[in-house]
C-alpha cells in the first residue's frame, strides 16, 4: 500500500502540479533552483542530482553546517555537479516545471520521502534538510554514488547531515 493512495495527501495535485504548501521556504527556494539548474544543463526533466544542486546554490544554515562538517567548498561543489551533469546535445531551453510530468521517477520519489519524513520528526513543512537527507538516502541515488566514487559513503554523508540538522535546529 502507497503512503499517498489517497489523493488528497499526495505531494502532487490531481492535475499534476507540486503541492507547494507542503514545502517551506528553503525547500520551495532549492527545487526552484533545481529547475533552472536541470534547463541550464539541457535535461528535458527534472533529477535527483538538480535537485542536490539546487540545495547548493543558496543553503539554508543546516545545508552549510553539513557542507562545513564534510569540509566541502559548496560553490565548487556546485560547480562540479554542473560539469558532470551538463548535456551537450540536450535540449537547449527546455520547458520545466515543478509538475509529475517533468520530475523523474526518483524525485517523485524523493519528495513523497521528504514529505513523510517531515511528518514522522513533527513538521507540517519539508526543509530543505528533508531533501538533503531523502536524498542521501536513497537506494538509487546517483548523488550518494557521485561521492562514493571518492570514498565517501551514503551513511556517512547522512550522518553528517543529521548531525546539521540537529546543530541548525539548535540555533
Not at 43 to 67: C, K
Not at 75 to 82: A, C, G, V, Y
Amino acid at each position: 500500500m502507497d503512503m499517498f493512495e489517497d489523493a488528497k495527501d499526495d505531494v502532487f495535485l490531481p492535475a499534476g502540479p507540486l503541492r507547494m504548501d507542503l514545502f517551506g521556504e528553503s525547500a520551495v527556494a532549492a527545487l526552484t533552483e533545481s529547475l533552472r539548474l536541470a534547463r541550464e544543463t539541457h535535461w528535458d526533466n527534472l533529477r535527483s542530482p538538480h535537485v542536490f544542486m539546487g540545495l547548493l546554490v543558496s543553503p539554508d544554515a543546516g545545508v552549510r553546517n553539513w557542507g562545513e562538517r564534510l569540509q566541502a567548498d559548496l560553490p565548487d561543489l556546485l560547480e562540479k555537479f554542473q560539469e558532470l551533469f551538463h548535456q551537450e546535445r540536450g535540449e537547449r531551453e527546455p520547458f520545466l516545471v515543478l509538475h509529475r510530468e517533468f520530475l523523474s521517477d526518483n524525485v517523485i520519489r524523493l519528495l513523497r520521502h521528504a514529505v513523510a519524513r517531515a511528518r514522522d520528526n513533527g513538521r507540517r513543512l519539508v526543509t530543505s534538510m528533508d531533501l538533503l537527507i531523502c536524498l542521501l538516502t536513497s537506494t538509487q541515488s546517483i548523488v550518494a554514488e557521485c561521492f562514493e566514487r571518492i570514498g565517501l559513503t551514503a551513511a556517512r554523508l547522512t550522518e553528517l547531515a543529521v548531525i546539521a540538522e540537529h546543530s541548525a535546529d539548535g540555533m
